[in-house]
C-alpha cells in the first residue's frame, strides 16, 4: 500500500492534518513563551494579550498588650511598617488594629476604650480614623485600612498590557512608616459602697495588628483551536 493509498480515507486525512499543525505550532508556542512568562524585562511589560492573573498572600502580625490603663489614661500602640518586612515584589492591600478587652471584676459596669490613628509617620495619602467600644464582648473595636482598592485575592482573566494590570495591584510604595493608635481607657467603677467588694481601678487591652501583602503572578492564555472542528 503506498502513501496515497493510506490517506484517502477521512480519518487519516485528519490525523494528517493535526500532526501538520502541532508541527509548525510547538516552534512557535515554545519561541513565544519564555518572554511571555517571565515578565521581569520591559518588553515583556508591554506586551498585550490575554492574562490568567492570581496572587500569593502572606499576613504580617503583631500582638501586645497595654498593661493595666486607669480611667482615662492613654497608651500608644506602634507597628513600624519597613521595606525590609516586605518581600520583594509583594505589594500591601490593608493594615488593621483589632482592640480586645475582658471586663469581669464588675457586674454591670462595663469598661470601655477608644483609640484614635495618627498616620503622620506613614507613607501615602491615608486618612485617620478613631473607633470606640466596651470590654462586655472582646473585640472591643478594629480599624482597617485598605491600600489596594479591589484587592479580595481572588484570581482572574482579562486582557491588556502586563504592564498596566501590574499598576492596578500597586501599593505605589504607600503604608510603609510608623502606625500609632492611641489606646485611652474608659474604666466605669461601680459607686460606693458597691465598689468595696468589686473594686475596678483599671483595664488592660490587647493589640493585634495585622498587614496583607500579596504578589501577583500573570500566565499567558493561549487558545488553541481544535483542526478538527474547522
Known sequence: ????????????????????????????????????????????????GNWSVSFTEQTLTQTENSGELGDGETWDSIFIITEDMIDQGFNVASVSIEVSCNDDDDVGFNDGVSGESDLVGVSGELQDQSSSGNCGGGNAFSMTWTIVDGYDGQSYETQGKASDIRSQWSDNGSARGDWLVGITADVSEAPFPANIANGDDGEDYDVTWTVTIFEISLEPVIEIEDPTNA
Do not use: K, W
Request: net charge negative; hydrophobic share 50%.
Open 1 to 48: 500500500m503506498d502513501l496515497a493509498e493510506t490517506f484517502q480515507d477521512r480519518r487519516s486525512q485528519v490525523m494528517l492534518g493535526v500532526s501538520v499543525f502541532f508541527m509548525f505550532l510547538f516552534p512557535i508556542y515554545f519561541a513565544m513563551v519564555p518572554g511571555l512568562v517571565g515578565l521581569d524585562d520591559a518588553s515583556s511589560n508591554e506586551t498585550s
